[in-house]
């Protein structure tokens, strides 16, 4: 049961362009969404975030989108710099509870072309 | 300003040996996530575990799996009699205490290879 969705594997862009990573979820439960970024043989880095009660945050080159109808999120990053070439990961929780685990997505590889 | 600290970094373990990874949390942070990630896949959550307490274990496998976060010292998560199916990439995490926000930093991974 895969609660949180990358369903592009990789992408590819232009240095300079827009890179446009998407991520679909399933439970309605979730209210707080982030983004992370993951090097070769390193840990992931926290990116950005968002809460259920916005639909947009931006960080600098980083925008995060949230649709939550659609139950979509998406990563924007303008412009594209050679050094964003990561493994990008999308995750979800729930801060009620007092449960914090965060659901993954599978991940989207981002190569960046110089 | 030291992060989180796992080790070993890579461990190399025959079917049946027992494993050990250590995880140091950023300083001031007193809640400690695990996660696996799986070749070609995300990570999955195993254990959420504060001070001296296991918060969701809803994630650890039933067997042969623990994880302790004692009151002084790391958080361990112990895989006993491993298996080559445990071979993997295991992530720590931390936050502060009353996280307004769940962000959790994480380590750069323990990765375990069983042969």
């Known amino acids: 049961d895969q609660q949180v969705k990358q369903n592009s594997p990789s992408l590819s862009v232009q240095e300079g362009r827009i890179s446009i990573l998407n991520c679909d979820y399933t439970?309605?439960?979730?209210?707080?969404f982030l983004w992370y970024k993951k090097y070769p043989a390193e840990g992931p880095t926290f990116l950005i975030s968002?809460?259920?009660?916005?639909d947009k945050n931006e960080d600098g080159r980083f925008t995060v989108f949230l649709n939550k109808s659609a139950k979509h999120l998406s990563l924007h990053i303008v412009p594209s710099q050679p050094g964003d070439s990561a493994v990008y990961f999308c995750?979800?929780?729930?801060?009620?509870?007092?449960?914090?685990?965060?659901?993954f997505g599978q991940g989207t590889t981002l190569q960046v072309k110089p | 300003n030291a992060g989180v600290m796992q080790n070993p970094r890579h461990l190399v373990r025959r079917r049946g040996q027992e494993a050990r990874l250590r995880c140091s949390p950023m300083?001031?942070?007193?809640?400690v996530y695990w996660y696996r990630q799986l070749p070609e896949e995300g990570l999955k959550f195993m254990v959420y575990?504060?001070?001296?307490?296991?918060?969701?274990e809803s994630g650890m496998p039933k067997e042969r799996f623990s994880a302790e976060f004692p009151k002084e010292g790391p958080s361990i998560l112990r895989i006993q009699q491993v298996v080559r199916g445990d071979s993997a990439a295991y992530f720590c995490?931390?936050?502060?205490?009353?996280?307004?926000?769940?962000?959790?930093?994480f380590g750069a991974g323990t990765r375990l290879s069983v042969l």
């Open positions: 995490a931390s936050s502060p205490p009353n996280p307004s926000k769940n962000i959790q930093y």
């Open positions: 439970n309605s439960m979730f209210d707080y």
């Open positions: 968002i809460s259920s009660i916005k």
């Open positions: 995750a979800a929780s729930r801060r009620t509870g007092n449960t914090g685990k965060l659901i």
């Open positions: 300083k001031g942070h007193s809640h």
């Open positions: 575990l504060q001070k001296e307490n296991i918060i969701d």
